[in-house]
């Protein structure tokens, strides 16, 4: 049985080109996201990155843009080298009064090993909330102190 989304929202109040780039630049990327060697938001494009609970167990990530539709989607898949399974994220980008709503998505958890806690979707909401709420949050509020945005 396909097991929900993990789905956080936010509304940044910033354009959507301004956010696009915050999520698919890689010198911006690295200010909230993950310092990737390389990055595009072409589809086809594969790129990696490690990552994990602690400095003791960090799983390599092989990605590969699936969508990108300039200020409107990004999707990739993720996978972890060495375990079986394949999910998607995705970042919507949608106009609002208050400036662009962000709607993250992350389908497929239910296909990572269930016997690995560090793959419970727990884990990955916790994660992404955080991510959205704090460092992209962040990142985006010192590019507006910074631009006078």
Same mark, same amino acid.
């Given at each position: ?20 780039? #915050?999520?698919? *630049? ?5 200010? /909230?996201?993950? %310092?990737?060697?390389?990055? &595009?938001?072409? $589809?086809? =494009? ?21 969508? #990108?539709?300039? *200020? ?5 898949? /993720?996978?972890? %080298?060495?375990?079986?399974? &394949?999910?998607? $994220?995705? =970042? ?21 090993? #269930? ?35």
């Amino acid at each position: 049985m396909n097991e929900p989304a993990v789905i956080v929202s936010r509304v940044f109040p910033v354009t959507p080109d301004i956010l696009w780039r #915050a999520l698919t *630049e890689k010198d911006r990327m690295k200010e /909230w996201y993950f %310092d990737l060697a390389e990055f &595009r938001a072409e $589809v086809g =494009f594969h790129f990696t990155f490690s990552g994990g609970p602690n400095e003791d167990r960090q799983y390599l990530h092989l990605c590969t843009v699936t969508e #990108a539709v300039p *200020e409107q989607l990004l999707a990739y898949s /993720w996978e972890y %080298d060495g375990y079986p399974g &394949r999910t998607i $994220v995705s =970042f919507s980008l949608t106009p609002s009064d208050e400036g662009t709503l962000l709607t993250l998505s992350h389908t497929g958890l239910e296909t990572f090993p #269930a016997d690995n806690p560090d793959f419970a979707r727990e884990n990955f909401s916790q994660g992404w909330n955080d991510i959205i709420n704090r460092p992209l949050k962040e990142y985006i509020e010192k590019l507006m102190n910074n631009f006078g945005i």
